[in-house]
Structures are given as structure tokens and as C-alpha cells.
């Protein structure tokens, strides 16, 4: 389960791709089973708790994992085209592709915004909260009716 949960959350693990736009009658309860099914892959040490180091290693598992030329950068077609809004939000320095840092920055953006009681973790609650938020961010990038949130 873990190996096929990873390449599932390859690109949605960088907030770039989302299966909460999934337009079917049942995407709430599909979304909600990724959110629950990320959350344990993302739980390195289970504890019921995603900390910022595990939010890292998640990270870079989902960097790692699109880097096909294993150029330690993302371009566009690596990311399967995105949404040019969306793509100039993660390039921060303009220069074309992806690092780890500005994926990694976007990441932790989300993180202290969703952690909404400031432990410094993500509850599962949380970690919904969080996955929906990055939904909510392509939908707003991505053309009106093009994709819409599972929640
Ligand atoms: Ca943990
Ligand atoms: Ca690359
Ligand atoms: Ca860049």
C-alpha cells in the first residue's frame, strides 16, 4: 500500500497536482480517503502527527519521484504542464524551474498557515484542512469550471 500511495502522492505531495479535483458524485469521500491514505505516508514515525521534518522528507519524496532527468529541478513538463499562474506562485526567482527550495518553501507556507492551533504539527484534521487548501489554490490557478474541490 505504502509504495502505490507514494506514486500517488508524488505531485500532489508538492501542492502541484490534485486528485481532489476529481469531477465525480463521490470526490468528498475519494478526497478525504487520499487525505487519510497521504497523512499515513507522510507519518514516517506514526504518531499520529505530521512534524516539519516529516513534511520535508515528504517533500522531497514527491521532488524526487517527478524529477525524471534527475536534475534536481522541476520544469514545466515535468510537472506535466501546470497552470502558468501556478507555476509562476512555486518559481519564485523567475528563472524557469522548480527547485527543492521553492517547492519546499511553498510547503511550509501551507504547513504554518493550516496548523491552525500552532503545536507545530498537523493533526489529521489539520492535515485535511491542509490538503484542501491546495486544492483550493489550483482551482483558483486552473480555468473556472476546469477542476473543482472534492470537499
Ligand atoms: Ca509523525
Ligand atoms: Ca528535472
Ligand atoms: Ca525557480
Redesign the pocket.
Known amino acids: 500500500m505504502r509504495a502505490m500511495t507514494a506514486t500517488l502522492c508524488a505531485a500532489a505531495a508538492l501542492g502541484l497536482v490534485s486528485v481532489w479535483t476529481v469531477p465525480v458524485a463521490n470526490a468528498a469521500s475519494l478526497a478525504e480517503i487520499y487525505s487519510r491514505l497521504a497523512f499515513e505516508a507522510a507519518d514516517g514515525n506514526g504518531d499520529q502527527v505530521i512534524d516539519e521534518a516529516e513534511l520535508v522528507a515528504d517533500t522531497a519524496a514527491g521532488f524526487v519521484a517527478l524529477d525524471d532527468n534527475g536534475d534536481r529541478r522541476l520544469d514545466r513538463r515535468e510537472l506535466a504542464e501546470p497552470d502558468p499562474a501556478l507555476f509562476a506562485r512555486l ?9 527543492f527550495a ?1 517547492a519546499l518553501a511553498n510547503k511550509v507556507e501551507m504547513f504554518e498557515h493550516v496548523d491552525s492551533n500552532d503545536d507545530g504539527v498537523l493533526s489529521i484534521d489539520e492535515a485535511i484542512a491542509f490538503d484542501r487548501q491546495a486544492c483550493v489554490k489550483l482551482a483558483s490557478a486552473a480555468k473556472p469550471a476546469a477542476t473543482r474541490c472534492g470537499y
Open positions: 518559481d519564485r526567482n523567475r528563472d524557469g524551474s522548480v527547485s521553492e
